[in-house]
Nanobody
Framework: QVQLVESGGGLVQAWGSLRVSCAVSGSIFRLNDMGWYRQAPGKQRDLVASITNGHSTNYADSVKGRFTISRDNAKNMVYLEMSSLKSEDTAVYYC????????????????WGEGTLVTVSS
């Protein structure tokens, strides 16, 4: 079994900063790409940022220059540092990881966390 648990969400004022974290645990053979997605009320879930296990990153245009994704491979953690937050960043933020498990190391599957709510007040 694999679990992804997000933390660090909350209420922040506009132009403030916040860091969300995601801890991955379980029967992990190999942890590959990781990413953060967000879903605002009434909208689809969209990619915010992603990072490979070689630390190559990709960002949505709307967050470039404001958000930074990073990971700690030794701890199976991924982070999203958010700054200059805007009201439109308000959403539930989900962590996703592409994982090969010890039970089935030949097959890569995507796993999701349950999300953490980030609310930006203007």
């Amino acid at each position: 079994q694999v679990q992804l648990v997000e933390s660090g969400g909350g209420l922040v004022q506009a132009w403030g900063s916040l860091r969300v974290s995601c801890a991955v645990s379980g029967s992990i053979f190999r942890l590959n790409d990781m990413g953060w997605y967000r879903q605002a009320p009434g909208k689809q879930r969209d990619l915010v940022a992603s990072i490979t296990n070689g630390h190559s990153t990709n960002y949505a245009d709307s967050v470039k220059g404001r958000f930074t994704i990073s990971r700690d491979n030794a701890k199976n953690m991924v982070y999203l540092e958010m700054s200059s937050l805007k009201s439109e960043d308000t959403a539930v933020y989900y962590c996703k990881a592409s994982i090969r498990t010890t039970r089935n190391p030949l097959r890569e599957m995507d796993y999701w966390g349950e999300g953490t709510l980030v609310t930006v007040s203007s």
